[in-house]
């Protein structure tokens, strides 16, 4: 007996065939409604969601959201660019969006201003950050600033007064030696151990004077800095101010396992609009600060950043609907009241006033902060180099353990930080 | 289908037909069914790998197209990159010292168990669970739980009056702890060990003992030897597996390889290097070198087995 390729063996292999490829495959033609893409949580999603809703029923087409975590949502956006298949509306950070704009990734947005981005009443510092080359490719979804995360309710306990934006490094080493004293909840430090934070050496070094990476892209700090910042939070580790290495190493970077959260240090250093995540999950009451000083009356550290910026795909089809939901977002009072301070301070004039009102008491903090920052304020930064999220990680967070376990001294520390930096930062740029 | 297929050919030479032609029709539903598979294969296996070898020979960053670099990745890998020699010191300690302590936990539990006691099923049922879990979240929540400065582990400790450190977030332990985890799960090894012990004679045991060997004796002497087929099988698997590690690091340490990269697993590094810094190029060329070392260590085993692997005869 042979087999006998019949017919109806045909049809069965056929379709399981056809249904193997259905299921394998997108099947993009079947979708005419934008696609929007962001990094974020729940809470984030589900206003994003609210503001679809909104812009759906005012009669417009319909958005498909996709949400993630940072850390996948790299990784994913830039393979659906490579692939040729990117969202219409994409999510983008300031320290990508030089890199997407100039592989073309991403469009320029400045035909489509006036028409149907309604820009008029847009902060000028939070447009220009959305630029690069002079040409518009992002639209700021809110500004925020670096602010210190505080436990005020750990405060109250030790019984030391929460500092004001007046406080200094040396105000710190006092909360320290408060909290030392205070001995609260089984050692409770006064703050988090710094050394490995990219913002908090940022704002450091902007207040001596210097950027942590200049316009061109090369490093800023020369090793005598970096060894008086190894130094300074040596010694406070060494007093016991801050968290020990081993207590520190605890912190993998999520909000849950923060010093704060496990209730180690009645300070973090974090981002204005981070004090709504960073309250939902604690049961004690938070506030936030500037970042201490280098010595009494020396501002300029901070400076308002686009916490996050919508953009428009290079290879969208329908440019002017994605950008008409953008304009949605950003200056609808309605769309503004669902969408809160959860992305940043608005940039829209109006849309603030309208929101104002309606805030709850953590997102009020967070906007008179970025408010009211005064000589604290300094000029926006150029966008970082592409490397710099490469020396963050792999460089300054590990040498920061490495010093605070003792495996390198803070001179040593320091030398290698430059040398190393400006070796990754060749390597990128060649 | 192959005695078919047999058939087919012998008809098919019989009535002088090509024997491709009749093959082809003989078959033809079947790989027609197998096209699915044929396109998986070709599409999302073959195909991949061949452009990854490719890759490694160039600077790719996902956004821009692909520069050829010639071997560049390469030489940079043995020349100039500490963290690829940190996460070679890091996985050749986890390969070495997990392998041999999973392998005899495995047959440790799987000789007691071997016992003929009631309710076996269940207990093996059991011991597999830790594998079944895997690495999750859960997993890596539990382990901080575990090996915490104020952890489980301390809380025993302290009980004796020791103050142990904080395990997991102290570069001198934290891989060990990846390596009890590892331990931990030793269900599959211990199942295929069970089987093995189960295809041992029970009348080499009995004839041992008529000639007064001791439990001890037997073990070494009869239950190892036999045995090292099995050993042989699940050291290379295991092996295979230490050596492709990600998920247990990756959770626990936020991906970071943390504290002081002593977690740093090859793997993770990869995966950094793809896509946390969009090195497609560079981290092509870690995964072949990856598999080149697999394949040497497989090879390696292959070749001593012959001195210490005996088959029944």
Redesign the interface.
């Known amino acids: ?3 006998r ?1 019949d017919r109806r ?2 049809l069965m ?2 379709s ?2 056809a249904a ?1 490829i259905a299921a394998g495959v997108n099947p993009a033609w079947a979708q005419n409604a934008l696609r929007l893409i962001f990094w974020g949580g729940q809470a984030r999603a589900d206003r994003t969601n609210g503001v679809i809703d909104l812009f759906e029923g005012a009669g417009n087409p319909g958005v498909e959201s996709e949400f993630l975590s940072w ?1 996948d949502y ?2 994913k956006l ?2 659906q ?2 692939g040729g298949t990117a969202p219409d509306v994409i999510q983008m950070d300031y320290r990508f969006i030089v ?2 704009a100039t ?1 073309n ?1 991403i469009a320029p947005l400045d035909d489509l201003v006036g028409d149907v981005l309604k820009l008029d009443d847009f902060d000028a510092d939070q447009l220009e950050g959305g630029k690069v080359d002079g040409k518009l490719y992002g639209i700021s979804l809110g500004a925020n600033s670096v602010a210190m995360l505080v436990n005020k309710t750990a405060f109250e306990e030790a019984g030391i007064a929460v500092p004001d934006m007046s406080w200094t490094y040396e105000t710190l080493k006092e909360i320290g030696e408060g909290f030392k004293a205070a001995n609260i909840r ?1 050692g409770m430090r006064g703050m988090s151990d710094g050394s490995g934070s990219e913002p908090m050496l940022d704002n450091w070094i902007r207040q001596r004077g210097k950027p942590l990476y200049t316009p061109e892209g090369k490093l800023g700090p020369s090793v005598e800095d970096m060894v008086e910042w190894f130094t300074m939070w040596n010694e406070m580790r060494d007093a016991g101010y801050i968290t020990d ?6 912190d ?3 909000p849950e396992v923060s010093m704060v959260a496990l209730n180690k240090a009645a300070m973090i250093p974090s981002n204005s609009n981070q004090l709504v995540i960073h309250q939902s999950i604690n049961p004690d009451v938070l506030t936030i600060n500037s970042y201490p000083r280098i010595a009494p009356g020396v501002g300029g550290g901070h400076y308002r950043k686009p916490s996050m910026f919508f953009s428009v795909a290079g290879s969208s089809a329908d440019k002017a609907a994605a950008a008409a939901f953008i304009n949605f977002c950003i200056t609808d009072p309605e769309a503004g009241k669902v969408l809160g301070v959860e992305r940043g301070i608005p940039c829209s004039a109006a849309v603030r006033d309208a929101i104002a009102p309606t805030l709850d008491e953590q997102s009020q903090i967070a906007l008179n902060f970025v408010a009211n920052l005064g000589d604290l304020l300094g000029p926006l930064p150029s966008s970082p180099p592409n490397a710099a ?2 020396i963050d ?2 460089l300054l ?2 040498l920061s ?2 010093v605070a ?1 003792g ?1 390198r001294s803070a001179q040593d520390a320091g030398e290698f930080f430059v040398f190393e930096a400006e070796a990754i930062l060749d390597r990128a740029a060649s | 289908m192959a005695v ?1 297929g047999m ?2 050919a012998s ?1 098919g030479v019989a009535t002088g037909n090509s024997i491709w032609s009749r093959a082809w ?6 790989y ?2 197998l ?2 598979w044929f ?1 998986g294969f070709f599409g999302l296996t073959v195909g991949p790998i061949i452009t990854s070898f490719y890759l490694s020979f160039t600077d790719f ?4 197209p692909a520069e050829w670099v010639g071997v560049d990745n390469y030489v940079r890998m043995f020349t100039n990159d500490r ?1 690829f020699a940190a996460s070679m010191r890091v996985t050749f300690f986890f390969v070495l010292f997990s392998v041999p302590l999973k392998l005899a936990f495995a047959l440790g539990v799987a000789v007691l168990l071997n016992r003929g006691m009631k309710g076996l099923p269940l207990y093996r049922a059991l011991f597999y669970l830790p594998s079944l879990l895997g690495a999750s979240v859960a997993i890596a929540i539990l382990w ?1 739980q575990i090996f ?3 952890g489980l582990v301390n809380d025993v400790l302290a009980i004796f009056g020791i103050q142990g ?2 395990w ?4 001198n332990y934290s891989l060990w702890t990846l390596i009890i985890l590892s331990i931990w799960q030793f269900g599959s090894p211990m199942i295929i060990f069970l089987a093995g012990l189960r295809q041992i004679p029970q009348d080499m045991y009995e004839a041992a003992s008529l000639d007064g060997a001791s439990k001890w004796r037997q073990f070494v002497k009869i239950t190892l030897p036999l045995l090292t087929p099995v050993v042989f099988f699940n050291a290379i698997i295991q092996t295979i597996e230490a050596f492709k590690s990600f998920t247990p690091a990756f959770i ?5 390889g ?4 002593s977690t740093l697993f090859y793997t993770l590094y990869l995966y ?1 290097e ?5 090195r497609m190029g560079y981290a092509s060329a870690l995964a072949w070198f990856l598999l080149v070392l697999i394949a040497c260590f497989t090879a390696f085993s292959f070749l001593t087995s012959k001195y210490w692997v005996h088959y029944d005869d």
């Open positions: 007996m042979t087999l390729f063996q045909f292999g056929s399981a065939l193997a850390n790299w990784p830039a393979t660019v490579a890199e997407y592989r990734a089984g290495a081993e207590t520190t190493a605890l993998t970077g999520a999220g490469e990680t792999s967070r590990v353990q490495e376990f495996g | 078919r058939e087919a008809q029709q003989n078959h033809a539903p079947g027609l069914f096209l699915p396109i960053d996902l956004l821009t963290s901080r915490a400065a104020d450190p904080s997991i977030s102290n570069p626990i340490s936020g991906g970071t943390a504290p002081i990269n950094n793809a896509f946390s810094f969009f």
